[in-house]
Structures are given as structure tokens and as C-alpha cells.
DNA sequence: TTGAAAGCGCTAACAC
DNA sequence: GTGTTAGCGCTTTCAA
């Protein structure tokens, strides 16, 4: 078994309450007696055991992060920037990934719940009655999805399909095809939702397909649909389902953006890379990764102060997925 | 505060320990009485406290995975498929991000140290006494890298960039850049010995080039340097660095492959979408995240079996990012 | 400023 | 088959 606190007390000739207090309150023991605490700690390898410390204060200096798809490039920039700015209060963040699928997801935050001061909840593909209920186990603050009562760090999808649908509307297409994501998806709907009014605004068509697999799969499947769908411009859920279009397409012939020009949503690594480089909408992952964890740690030291909400600015990168809509809509009567 | 052993108890008329057994050791009792826990448990909502349990026992029923970089691509599907296999072992594995800096990784092998029974290190960037110094805490299994004395999961990336060497080597190259990693990497210097033999037995020249940080970044970087010296075939420690370069080359109007061939490790997602689609030597990652959570849960659950070393076969996958070296080379006397 | 002692939620002998 | 009891490593009153 490693040291323990009685080991240290031993050996130092304290009592086990000192050398707690040498680590907990400082102030309270005498400076001669903490450093030689401190050194015969040192000496011994001594770290205080976080676990049982949370049995009495019911604070383990740890935050769990639990997100839908740890494979999904959309979220390792945010979890790198929570767990750094986590560190730099002194906490350490534990991932844990779902696989989309809600009974895991339940699964993985009782498992945390008593091992973590509180909880991110990424892109949640629980009910909000389920996330409610679980809630009074732990704090929680939820990203990329309005909860009602909780506090949410949220991107501005909506303006990102506004954009989105804009800039194709400005690129002559009359004939628009949103590839939605999964219907448990909060983003996916306020997605449809703005999109559809922008397109009204601009006298276009909107067809939603899906739902689809938030994957490069999803995006594959959904190809064949696409093209029967007449559409000109695709707006997709997220970049991977953009990227397995474009795949797809390819394959098939079809031209991007020549006979159909494609935005994606998320702005990963590989739509930078991919030819043609994808028109997307991008998220701002290392803010929302801060945001949520300075939310999170405020319900954790001062449950006193109520929930918060943040939303960030999403911003369109054209690129060079999307062109002038193919003629025949182009000389379109106006 | 959430509902304990003592409030099952109490309610459903029985003793803790009783409440305990019907969860620890069911079959120690009576059928009538455990059913009646049960379903108090269940009402109440209860779920035992692994941290409080883990106090006691020493076992928390979660492992632990730190990884170098969680936004490196190459990492997710080993995570998931870790996460995958332990859960169905009954386990959660909770994973953290050392951002390839030695000191996080050992504060964060501290801190898991007390949460969880064992540790999946992948791509420890620590020096091997200091894993053998930790390593008394708690069970390691070490993922790409050998430590003699632990249990370790390698994938055979000697046999991959012999594969690599040899591909260009068939191509007519005769002079190889090496884009080496972190000095730190284990695989690093793997390869480098391997690419190094491979191109001497095929009568080629190696420039290792590097170290070099094993990102994008390190990749576009490192262009200059790749023209500089002569080579017309580079072989790069992962995909991230390959598709850097390809980048900058890009940029810089040299064509690939027709001027310079260009092979990476890892096969991540981006590797098949950029263009040309990049030649690459593919890792097992998925069948090392099950083989690491064995190999681990083998040592966690029976210490007294010894330590296990697995080496998995890695496969070149070609694709257009190689071609013949340009004439000169070609046409060199034999 | 320090020691003594109770207790956090749970398990594991040991009795009954 | 079930209750009793003594901790696991630590914090936190309360006294001294």
C-alpha cells in the first residue's frame, strides 16, 4: 500500500490531524512544524489520497467531461482546452465518450458522479427530463444544447446557418438540401429551424434529409438522396457528414462545387484538407471548452449563484466546396 | 447529499452490511431478502459510491488512459475501442491529455493513481525510470513503447517503415528524408533504425531529418529542409507530419508525388481525404486498445501472472501520394 | 498550535 | 442468513 497520512505523522512525530492541516490549512500550523511535515512528506513520497479526502469534504478536485464521440475531430480542441484551463484552477478533467449512445451516456455519469465535483455534458443525447433527473446527483453545465434550469455554454449554430444559407443564396442556388443530424441532436434542430427561415427569406427551397449518422458515413448514405432531391447547395450537420458526401459524390461523377456545392459545420482538420477545402461553418471549441468549465466551476465553488448561459459567435470560412449555382437556376427568371 | 448504503437499509428493515452483500456477494443472501433490498435500492435510487468502496476493497472497478495528445487522430479509435472492451469487463476507463509535456503526464499519473486500478499509457513521453518509479503506485500498461519489466502493447512499426523504405526503394528512390518525431517517442527511433537498415540493404541513402513535433505544424516546417536535402522520397513519423508537408509543398509548388514521393504512419481519418490521398503505414490501433485493456486487466485482476508483450502487425496501405522518382534518379547507372 | 475522536460510505471478518 | 464491529485515508470539530 502507498503512504499514507499516518505514515507521514509517524515519522514526522505529529499527530495525523497535522500533517492534514499542513496540507489543507497551512495557516493554522506552526511554520517549523509544517516544514518538517512538508519534508518528511517529500522524503516519503507522501500525496494525499484525493479519493478518500472526498469521502469527508465531498470535493475531489476532478471534472468529468462526457462527450458523444471522442473520434469525432470536433472535440478533441475542446477537451484539450478544458482539461488546460481546468489545470490552471487546479482541477484535472476525465473524459469519457458515449459512443452516441444515451443508456451509456446515463451509465457514465452515475459512474462519475461520485468520483468528480461536477460534470460537462458535450453535445448530450439524453432526454432533458433524464438529464433533470440526474441532475440533482451532481452539478452539471451542458454544451451545445439549451437546457432549461441548467447552465449551457452554446455556439451560435443558428447564425452559422443563416450564414451558411446566405452566402449559397448569394451563389444563385434556389434549391438547397440541409442534411440534418440526429434527431437527438439540439443543434441539428436549431439548425433546420434557421436555416429553413433564411431560405424562405431569400425565396429558396430548403429540403431537410435525414436524420443522419453524425459520421463520414452518414454523409456517404446520404449522397443518392441528395442528388434526388434536385438540390444545387448542401448544407450539412457537421463536416464529417460533409466530407463522406463529397466522397461519395466523387465517386459518382458529380462535380463540387461544379454541379453541386457543399458548407459544412464545425470546421475540423480534415475539411481544410480534403480537395476540394470545404466551405464550413466554424465553431469556437477552445472558447466553448473554457467557457464550460468556468461555468462548471463556478455552480461547484459557489452552488449559491445561479445557473449561467453563453453563447458563442459561430463564423462562415469560405472555401472552395461552394460556387455559382449551375446555370439552369443561374438564368432562372427572376 | 445522495442517497447511501444506511438509507437502504434503514428503509428495507435489514442491516448495511446486508444492503453491502446483495451487492458485493449476492449469493450470501436470502433470495426474499436480497429481492426486498433490491427494490428499495432501486426506489431510492441508489448507487453504491465506488470511491468509498474502493477505500475499503482497493479496487475501484475504473482504469485509467493518458494519452499524449487527445487531438492527434490517431488516438480516438484506440480510446474508444479501450473503452469499448473494458466496459464490457465491467470497467470504466477515464482518459486524460498530457499535451506531450512529461511533467503533466507524471502529476496526471499521480492523481489517477489513487481513482483507478490500472493505467493505460500510451505514448509516454516519460523517461523509463520514471515510469519504473511510478510504476510501484499502480499497474502500467504501456502502449507504444518498450519498458522492459512492464506489461506492453507495440505495434510493429520496424516491419512498417521496412515496408515504407521498400516501397520507394521499388519506386527507384535512392535518396530517403526521415522525418523523425519527438526525441522522446520510442517509435521514433524504432523507425529510424529500421528505415535506416532498409535503406542501406537496398543501397539508398537515409538524411534523418528532426527531431520534429509530431503535429501539422511540424510537418509544414520542416518543407524546407525536406527540399534542401535532396531527398526524393520522405517517410514521416506519422500522418499529421506527411499531410503538413504535403501542405507547405503545396504551397511552394512542388508537386506530389511527381517530384517527391511522400509516405506517413498511422492511416488517420484526414490521410484518405487529403489530395493525393496519402500513402501510409496503417496501425493497429484498434486491436491495441483491446490488447492493452487485457493486458491490464490480466495484471490488475491477477497480479501474479507476470508481465505480457504484444506486437501487432502494422500494413503499408498504398495510395497516390508515391510514385516513381523523378527521372534523373531513375535513370541513374546501376 | 496541537491532539483526540468522530465520522464520510463502504466492506470484511467474525459472531450469532 | 444476518447483525456487529472495526477499519480504509482523510478532514474537522472540540478540547487542551
Redesign the interface.
Known amino acids: ?2 503512504v499514507t497520512i499516518r505514515d507521514v505523522a509517524r515519522t514526522a512525530g505529529v499527530h495525523v490531524s497535522t500533517v492534514s492541516r499542513t496540507f489543507s490549512a497551512p495557516h493554522l500550523v506552526n511554520p517549523e512544524t509544517r516544514v518538517r511535515v512538508l519534508a518528511v512528506a517529500e522524503e516519503l513520497g507522501y ?1 494525499p ?4 479526502r ?2 469527508t469534504t ?1 470535493r ?1 478536485g ?1 471534472l ?1 467531461l462526457i462527450v458523444a464521440d ?2 469525432n ?1 470536433f472535440f ?2 475542446l ?2 482546452s478544458a ?2 484551463h481546468a ?1 490552471e484552477r487546479d482541477y ?6 458515449t ?1 452516441e449512445d444515451p443508456r ?1 451516456e446515463e451509465e ?1 455519469i ?2 462519475f ?3 468528480v465535483d461536477g460534470l460537462l455534458l458535450c453535445s448530450p443525447r439524453l432526454s432533458g427530463r433524464a438529464i433533470d433527473r440526474l441532475n440533482v ?1 451532481i452539478p452539471f453545465v451542458v454544451v451545445n444544447r439549451q437546457v432549461k434550469g441548467l447552465s449551457t455554454v452554446l455556439m451560435d449554430v443558428a447564425q452559422g446557418a443563416r450564414s451558411a444559407v446566405e452566402h449559397l443564396l448569394r451563389l444563385g442556388h434556389r434549391r438547397i438540401a440541409l442534411l440534418a443530424g440526429p434527431s437527438s441532436s439540439w443543434n441539428s434542430s436549431a439548425i433546420e429551424e434557421a436555416a429553413a427561415s433564411a431560405a424562405l427569406a431569400g425565396g429558396a427551397e430548403l429540403a431537410v434529409l435525414g436524420p443522419n449518422p453524425p459520421t ?1 458515413q452518414g454523409g456517404e448514405l446520404a449522397a443518392a438522396e441528395v442528388l434526388r432531391s434536385g438540390a444545387t447547395g448542401v448544407l450539412a450537420y457537421n463536416d464529417l457528414i460533409a ?1 463522406g458526401l463529397i ?1 461519395a459524390l466523387d465517386e459518382l461523377g458529380v462535380a463540387v462545387p461544379g454541379q453541386l456545392s457543399v458548407v459544412g459545420f464545425d470546421d475540423i ?2 475539411a481544410r ?3 476540394p477545402k470545404l466551405t464550413t461553418v466554424a465553431m469556437p471549441t477552445v472558447a466553448a471548452g473554457r467557457a464550460a468549465v468556468d461555468a462548471l466551476l463556478r455552480l461547484v465553488e459557489s452552488p449559491a449563484t445561479g445557473t449561467t448561459r453563453t453563447t458563442l459567435d459561430t463564423s462562415l470560412v469560405v472555401r472552395a466546396s461552394t460556387a455559382a449555382a449551375p446555370s439552369p437556376a443561374v438564368a432562372r427568371p427572376r
Not at 489520497?49 to 478518500?52: E, G, K, V
Not at 484535472?92 to 465518450?97: E, M, S, Y
Request: proline content about 9%.
Open positions: 500500500m502507498a500525496r489520497n484525493r479519493a478518500a472526498a469521502l465531498g475531489t476532478n468529468g471522442i473520434a475531430p478533441p480542441p477537451i484539450k482539461q488546460a489545470r484535472h478533467v476525465f473524459v469519457a465518450d459512443d451509456v457514465l452515475r459512474t458522479a461520485k468520483q446527483e463520414e466530407i466522397e482538420m480534415p484538407v480534403i480537395s
